[in-house]
Every structure is written in structure tokens, then in C-alpha cells.
């Protein structure tokens, strides 16, 4: 966990949990800081009949190791990383995106993007 590097994201992901799964799923799709409300609905009722996002937060993860061809990580590593915290495993996942330059968005009013090295750039 590397939560006090990235501290606008990690608050985005616990305050608005349902838009930035949605946002995570546009991007590995490839669709850069996209929002799809219908999505984020979805996710909001799924976490409200299951009271968490555990479930979500695997599929994100799983998702991007098999897109990318994470070999580092397993099926099992992921289930047992994304039952355990899910808001954290998110946090990861929003992370892995943004340094694959894959940026989901911050929150649903966010206009700045990471550039290189670290900066911070405006989307037009």
C-alpha cells in the first residue's frame, strides 16, 4: 500500500467508490477519464445488496493482470488481495492504470491529469 504517495486518489476511491470503478473500467478499455453514470449505478447497487466491493475490486484486478499480462500476480492472489481491502486493492489498481498512462480520472469533477515525471498537467 502506498496510500500517502497518491492521497487525492486514495480519498477519490473511498469517498466515490462506484464512479471511479466505473472510471477504472473505461480506462482499461481505453477510454481515458471517461465516466459512465448507467455503470456507476450499477456498481452502487451491486455494493449496497452485498455491502462490499470485493467482488468489484477483483474484477478490476483481474481484468488488468490478465490484459497486461501481469505474471506476477494469480487468481488467488488476487481473490485473497481483493477480499481482504478492497478499497485498498482499488487504490493499487487506479495506480497501475495511472502509471501505464492509462489516467481513469480523479473525481467526477477532476480536470488535472499526472504528466511526466510527476507533474501535474491540465486535460483540455
Same mark, same amino acid.
Given at each position: 500500500?502506498?496510500?500517502?504517495?497518491?492521497?487525492?486518489?486514495?480519498?477519490?476511491?473511498?469517498?466515490?467508490?462506484?464512479?471511479?470503478? +466505473?472510471?477504472?473500467?473505461? @480506462?482499461?478499455? #481505453?477510454?481515458?477519464?471517461?465516466?459512465?453514470? %448507467?455503470? *456507476?449505478?450499477?456498481?452502487?447497487?451491486?455494493?449496497?445488496?452485498?455491502?462490499?466491493?470485493?467482488?468489484?475490486?477483483?474484477?478490476?484486478?483481474?481484468?488488468?493482470? +490478465?490484459?497486461?499480462?501481469? @505474471?506476477?500476480? #494469480?487468481?488467488?492472489?488476487?481473490?485473497?488481495? %481483493?477480499? *481482504?481491502?478492497?478499497?485498498?486493492?482499488?487504490?493499487?489498481?487506479?495506480?497501475?492504470?495511472?502509471?501505464?498512462?492509462?489516467?481513469?480520472?480523479?473525481?467526477?469533477?477532476?480536470?488535472?491529469?499526472?504528466?511526466?515525471? #510527476?507533474?501535474?498537467?491540465?486535460?483540455?
Amino acid at each position: 500500500c502506498d496510500c500517502m504517495q497518491d492521497t487525492a486518489g486514495c480519498c477519490y476511491i473511498y469517498c466515490c467508490t462506484s464512479c471511479a470503478g +466505473a472510471r477504472m473500467c473505461a @480506462a482499461i478499455d #481505453g477510454q481515458e477519464s471517461s465516466l459512465d453514470m %448507467s455503470l *456507476c449505478f450499477a456498481i452502487l447497487v451491486l455494493n449496497y445488496n452485498t455491502g462490499n466491493y470485493g467482488m468489484l475490486a477483483m474484477i478490476l484486478r483481474y481484468r488488468i493482470v +490478465a490484459k497486461y499480462n501481469i @505474471a506476477d500476480e #494469480g487468481v488467488v492472489a488476487t481473490f485473497f488481495t %481483493s477480499t *481482504c481491502c478492497p478499497l485498498c486493492s482499488m487504490c493499487q489498481t487506479h495506480r497501475m492504470l495511472t502509471d501505464m498512462m492509462l489516467w481513469p480520472g480523479g473525481t467526477c469533477c477532476g480536470t488535472t491529469k499526472p504528466g511526466v515525471m #510527476g507533474m501535474v498537467s491540465q486535460m483540455k
